[in-house]
């Protein structure tokens, strides 16, 4: 049974369209996310580019952004350098919105910082295999966000691989530095061995 991306009426504004970001996008779409419901926030071009022609719509700022368009999900994906402005132009949103950060190393106390004690949060920590579909994603909720909410969340992520719920923020860190950057040192290993076994032909 095909597994329907939450509700097709679920808006999302996704901040920020690189890899990953792309990659939740087009998954998105394949599980039947109505088109209508995404808008993109990406001031890249050749991103922004690649990103319309899958049929996004999409905006190259934050003062661009339609303001009829009124979202259930706000998407950061974005560096950790940009994620403190980022909250800042979107914050304003929180009070129907729920937001999911997978700016590595940016904590739940950090983001509450600008977006708000009351805003409902989670952090996300994917890995380079999402890009195939085929990644591990661990999350953790901010105490406010609701069974429900956490159910989307599920699903919102499901589309790039497998999901983890973590309880204790301190297992993110554990988490970064195995799951999230290790398959590209195992990826990096396997390029190198192919390389060497190449050069002794």
Request: charged share 20%.
């Amino acid at each position: 049974m095909k597994v329907v991306y939450p509700p097709l009426n679920s808006r999302t504004l996704l901040v920020g369209c690189g890899k990953m970001g792309s990659a939740l996008a087009e998954g998105w779409l394949k599980r039947g996310l109505n088109p209508e419901n995404l808008l993109v926030v990406e001031p890249h071009q050749k991103a922004a580019v690649r990103a319309k022609e899958k049929g996004i719509s999409v905006v190259n700022s934050f003062g661009a952004v339609d303001r009829n368009f009124d979202p259930n999900w706000i998407v950061f994906a974005v560096k950790p350098k940009d994620i403190e402005q980022a909250s800042v132009d979107y914050k304003h949103f929180k009070s129907t919105a729920n937001y999911l950060s997978i700016a590595a190393g940016i904590s739940l106390s950090t983001l509450k910082l600008t977006l708000g004690a009351d805003a409902r949060i989670v952090r996300g920590m994917p890995n380079m295999p999402a890009a195939v579909g085929r990644g591990i994603t661990a999350l953790l909720a901010s105490e406010n966000l609701d069974s429900s909410a956490r159910e989307e969340c599920t699903l919102m992520l499901e589309v790039v691989g497998e999901v983890v719920w973590l309880e204790d923020e301190r297992m993110m860190d554990t988490v970064t530095g195995v799951s999230g950057s290790g398959p590209a040192y195992a990826f990096l290993l396997i390029c190198l061995l192919y390389t060497s076994d190449a050069a002794d032909e």
